[in-house]
């Protein structure tokens, strides 16, 4: 019962170098997020996916792209990785999607990245 | 600006009654989430709702801006990051910052 995998778990890049996290689901889920968590500020919503083929911005987007892959998969892509972006990353997913404020989301385990 | 706040810490005795209070201040919220994360794993959702409600030793209050997580007989084992949150009228969950719950033998 696999719910939400990402990959990596742990990456460190140096400042300047892209990299992609990859997500994908089998619960057939029609939205996915991802979000960031840093020490104080809690999760922060970086992109988000209502259905497949859509894509919006959260609170925090700049420095990021995501592609929604298909239904299952939904990727996070940092072009040129800063310092700031040093944080762990959660992917989730939802039955259904943001405006139905159910607010159940499944989350992966994270992928901690260090950008030096 | 919509928010959600949470105290950084809670500190409790194993056995007693631990309440993490919440409050927001996000536009035409209605329901309050509370999600458990223990580092290394997946954040869970334990209770959600725009009324009090129950899960197993998870109590959940609710006023209309502000909630507080119960946890009935604390043990050492539940020492972990509480998550309170509120959806947004666009929908989309406002996390509060964490609350870093530890439990004393």
């Known amino acids: 019962n696999a719910g939400v995998t990402q990959t990596p778990k742990f990456q460190v890049l140096k400042t300047g170098q892209s990299m992609t996290l990859q997500c994908a689901q089998d619960m057939n889920h029609n939205s996915m997020y991802w979000y960031r968590q840093d020490p104080g500020m809690g999760l922060r919503l970086i992109y988000y996916?209502?259905?497949?083929?859509?894509?919006d911005k959260g609170e925090v987007p700049n420095g990021y792209n995501v592609s929604r892959l298909n239904k299952r998969e939904f990727s996070l892509r940092l072009e040129s990785a800063a310092p700031s972006q040093t944080s762990v990353y959660f992917c989730?997913?939802?039955?259904?999607?943001?405006?139905?404020?159910?607010?159940?989301?499944?989350f992966g385990e994270g992928s901690r990245l260090t950008v030096l | 600006k919509d928010q959600v706040f949470q105290p950084s810490t809670v500190a409790s005795s194993e056995g007693a009654v631990v309440e993490i209070f919440c409050n927001h201040s996000?536009?035409?919220?209605?329901?309050f989430f509370w999600y458990l994360h223990f580092p290394g794993c997946a954040p869970r959702l334990l209770v959600k709702g725009s009324k009090p409600s129950q899960q197993g030793r998870y109590n959940m209050t609710y006023e209309r801006f502000s909630s507080s997580l119960l946890i009935l007989q604390v043990r050492e084992a539940d020492a972990a990051v509480y998550y309170c949150?509120?959806?947004?009228?666009?929908?989309?969950?406002?996390f509060g910052q964490g609350t870093t719950l530890q439990v004393k033998p």
């Open positions: 989730a997913s939802s039955h259904t999607g943001p405006s139905t404020n159910t607010g159940e989301l499944f």
């Open positions: 996000v536009s035409n919220a209605y329901n």
């Open positions: 996916s209502a259905s497949e083929g859509t894509t």
């Open positions: 949150a509120c959806a947004s009228n666009t929908g989309k969950l406002i």
